[in-house]
């Protein structure tokens, strides 16, 4: 099964604009971490959501959490040239697994 | 404080060769992962060290993938031999012993192509 699934796979917005990308899960989370990838550098923790949090800002990050509807949001606001990457949920595996699960990814590209 | 780092980053070998990659991960970091991204699918799991042991290597795909570290500091990982497939993006990551799971500090990866 796949964990951790984003949508949408591609998502392009004018700079200033905010993004909204999804993620759902198929199983149970203790929490739910969002990472970022610039092209060709390694994955770059954003933020962290236990599953007893329904929301949490960072900056210009906004990260809602539904255990209901296993799903995820990542809102980025007033969206920046350098926020152009792809964006990546992840979960843990299972209680106690300190693997992580990651989606395929959204692809964001903000144009100038 | 120094991040993980990965050598080399980008890596391209023959079929049938062998290749090492190697991580080192940030200072006092006990945990050490390895994960993978081939073309167009996730980025999925190998393994997991906890100082020099493997703590769960349930995603190494098969013996042609073995990963070393001794001494607990810095893990090598070798593809031996190497076939089209191994070719992807392959990431190294460490957290400390006790951190949330999830918190883990992704290195740059290094690009294994396999022609």
């Known amino acids: 099964s796949q964990q951790g699934e984003e949508d949408p796979q591609a998502l392009s917005i004018q700079e200033g604009e905010n993004a909204t990308m999804n993620c759902s899960y198929k199983t149970s989370i203790n929490n739910l971490q969002w990472y970022r990838q610039n092209s060709g550098r390694g994955l770059v923790h954003l933020i962290l959501?236990?599953?007893?949090?329904r929301e949490k800002h960072s900056g210009r990050l906004r990260v809602t959490l539904d255990t209901s509807k296993k799903s995820s949001s990542l809102l980025i606001t007033a969206s920046r040239a350098a926020d152009t990457a792809s964006y990546f949920c992840?979960?843990?595996?299972?209680?106690?697994?300190?693997?992580?699960?990651f989606g395929k990814g959204t692809k964001l590209s903000v144009i100038p | 404080e120094a991040g993980v780092t990965q050598f080399p980053s980008h890596s391209v070998i023959e079929k049938g060769q062998t290749v090492t990659l190697r991580c080192d991960p940030i200072s006092g970091h006990d945990n050490l992962y390895w994960y993978r991204r081939v073309m167009g699918k996730e980025i999925k799991f190998l393994l997991h060290?906890?100082?020099?042991?493997?703590?769960?290597e349930s995603g190494m795909p098969n013996n042609r993938f073995l990963a070393e570290r001794t001494g607990g500091t810095y893990s090598t990982l070798k593809v031996q031999p190497a076939e089209l497939e191994d070719s992807g993006v392959y990431f190294c990551a460490s957290s400390q012993v006790g951190a949330q799971v999830g918190e883990q500090y992704f290195g740059p990866g290094t690009r294994l192509t396999v022609t």
């Open positions: 060290f906890v100082k020099e042991s493997k703590q769960d």
């Open positions: 992840a979960t843990p595996s299972g209680a106690g697994s300190y693997q992580l699960t």
């Open positions: 959501i236990r599953s007893n949090e």
